[in-house]
């Protein structure tokens, strides 16, 4: 098994915008407590305040990504309904998935690969979604790594420019995934973005040396939100109009019209009704693919909820027959 800690040396800029951002955040915090104690609070309700006011302040960030795609969800004559109880959960579940990826795991767990000489599965090669790094895949890592799956991640730069341009980055890692493990062919799970990453690799270089795609909350049609966005990947990404009258964007169209019906039959496309980053939520069903819905789950969380997890180890098994 390999060093736990191994990253390569390339794509660092997210370690370091998120590392800033907790520098900033931490800031926050300091400014509070100080404000705080000149109104003579006690040292630690200070304290506890300033943590307080970064963590309302963030959840207010996840609370918006809910509001921003809201008037843009799917409308269908039977609704996919949660309970206030599970709205609730929903939204404890992603702020949770949202604080530990860009607190913890992105800034500070980059990881490169784990090999395990006795699986029985092929190896896989995990690709994150738009402004993450492999440090988002930290809680999917522990249980491939639990069940002995080798596994390696990507790190995808430029981080705002054309997915087409990540289509090589692909290659290249499948490429050395194969010759480092011996394997004729490896499984992709790709998060967001990077199902569209994988769908343009398959493009380019057919799918004989993948014996799966495994997306989750990949906007295989557009995103409303990516007009909110910067950078050419969130243009490529856009979902244009309301759902009723709305449309992929030309990237995208582009990408469907270029595309052979054999490499659709080998993604698996994974995504949540109530999807808050990927909407209309139904942009994530992707014609053609193996499509499994779920309810009552966040974009961030989707990697890191035990259901999905226990779901993608069970396909990666199931990639060999």
Request: aromatic share 10%.
């Amino acid at each position: 098994m390999s060093d736990p800690l191994l990253a390569r040396p390339s794509s660092r800029m997210i370690s370091r915008i998120s590392r800033t951002l907790l520098l900033i955040q931490f800031g926050i915090a300091i400014l509070f407590y100080f404000l705080l104690r000149h109104f003579d609070w006690p040292m630690l309700a200070a304290a506890l305040g300033g943590i307080l006011i970064v963590l309302l302040l963030r959840a207010q960030i996840t609370a918006n990504s809910f509001f921003l795609t809201w008037p843009y969800r799917g409308r269908t004559s039977n609704p996919v309904e949660i309970s206030w109880l599970q709205i609730a959960t929903l939204f404890v579940r992603e702020f949770r998935a949202t604080m530990l990826c860009s607190s913890w795991a992105m800034p500070f767990l980059r990881f490169d690969q784990f090999t395990y000489p006795d699986t029985t599965s092929l190896p896989v090669l995990l690709i994150h979604g738009y402004g993450c790094n492999s440090g988002y895949w930290r809680w999917m890592s522990l249980e491939l790594r639990e069940a002995h799956i080798t596994h390696y991640a990507l790190d995808m730069e430029p981080v705002f420019g054309s997915i087409d341009e990540y289509a090589p980055l692909v290659h290249a890692a499948v490429q050395r995934v194969l010759a480092e493990t011996g394997q004729k062919k490896i499984v992709i799970v790709a998060h967001s973005m990077g199902g569209l990453a994988a769908r343009a690799y398959l493009r380019d270089h057919g799918c004989d040396r993948v014996a799966r795609v495994i997306t989750l909350g990949s906007p295989h049609h557009g995103t409303a939100i990516a007009n909110f966005g910067i950078g050419i990947n969130c243009g490529e990404m856009n979902w244009l109009g309301r759902y009723e009258e709305g449309r992929s964007s030309e990237w995208l169209q582009k990408l469907a019209a270029t595309e052979e019906a054999d490499a659709l039959s080998h993604i698996v496309s994974i995504y949540s009704h109530h999807d808050n980053i990927v909407s209309p939520q139904s942009s994530s069903h992707l014609a053609g693919a193996w499509n499994i819905p779920v309810i009552g789950i966040g974009h961030v969380a989707l990697a890191l909820e035990p259901a999905i997890q226990k779901l993608v180890i069970d396909l990666i098994h199931n990639a060999r027959e």
